[in-house]
């Protein structure tokens, strides 16, 4: 007679694995090469499964293999396709606008505080509803939560078009960066978790597209609307950009399953979530991104009247601004390649640092003569924001400490950033000049240099919280 199971062999049972949002990627690959069922994709999306023993040793466990190995590989293509796609409309809802804000002012009869409101709205937008992305992700697969930001994206560009209220022209505005908001923090954890050994090229592909993106837009919004007629069209045909880039998540969010948080022994420790609040190294990589992100929106919205006012044709002056961020296009995609792999970024951060400082120094001493130098130094020293993108890959171990040290560095960040336009446009006001304003920005360069090299040593998020 066969004795009944006793009550430890019940408890001893294995139990089948817990669900989660935020499937680990194994640091390296399992025997002969196998994946493992799930590994890597994000939301839910599983990969194709190992084969098992017993298929290794049938004839046909090595074809198999190589087709679930196609299947994944054509996955993380497609995956590659989507981030960049997304990346390449970060900004584009942004520079098209400020390309066209005098017409959209003048068909709109917005007064200057609404102007001014509207210029505000993205670094309000990217902090506040960004810092609810890693509680939407914990609920809702990262693919589901990217179709429908890019879907309210595109919603939001083609409804702040079709109404001549300035009012509803604000609200659908904030509609549009919402999309962008969320997408800006789900970007790292997506290369975090498909790309762990190509992080640093995956993130400078995507932020390379977000350039590009940015440059042609800014370059083509003008005379789009011009050829049209209208300034609704060269401002609302960048919708379908951002409608291209729901397909490859709408295909990729079919196999995700919405499935509730729960903890695994890699995430966290004991049920403790990250919290990078509470860490030095969470408002190091805060601080350096919105000091960073200070100077990029100053840059933006002040070079071209600075070159102006050293006596380049206002042609000119926005040519020499466009010339900032094509020159960054490159500088996008070689930063965080050489951030991963760099065991110390601190070569990185203070090269950066010594580039916006000549920039800096020239552009306050000699505008005129060395405007095509300063441009230059100055598309490096933008380096920064792809360098620290890629360090919020580089800072956690996880993914639930990627989308929370994401969140938190970008909505500080960008809180901290939202101060620059209106201090440099007080200070020259206030001065008549740019020596003031330019050693603002210097001010703000040194924060940032000695933030940068607390991020640039070795370390994780989940170490410290």
Sequence with gaps: MTPPPSATSTRMRPRPPRESNFPEVPDRPGPQGAATAGAGAPGGVATESAPSAATKGAPDGTATAQVGERQVARRAALVLVGIILVGANLRVAVTSLGALLDEVRTGLGLSGTMA?????????????????????????????????????????????????????FVLTSALALAGIAVANILLPLLVKQYFPHRTGLATGAYTMAMTAGMTVSAAAAVPTAQAFGSWRIGLGVWAGLAALAVLPWVLLARRARSVARRSTPTETTAGVRVRPARTRLGWAMAVYFGTQSLSGYAIMGWLAQLYRDAGFRPATAGLLLAGVTALGVPVALLMPTLAGRLRTLRPLVLSLAAASTLAYLGLALAPYRGALLWMALLAVGQGAFPLVLATIGLRARTAEGTVALSAFAQSAGYLIAALGPLLVGVLYGATGGWVVPVGFLILALAVQTCAGLVIARPRYIEDEG
């Design 116 to 168: 001014g409101v509207v210029t505000t709205l993205p670094t309000i937008a990217f902090a506040g509803l960004g810092a609810i992305t890693p509680w939407l992700v914990r609920r809702v697969a990262p693919a589901r939560v990217l179709v429908v930001a890019m879907a309210v994206l595109a919603a939001g560009q083609v409804l702040r078009v079709a109404t001549d209220s300035a009012l509803v």
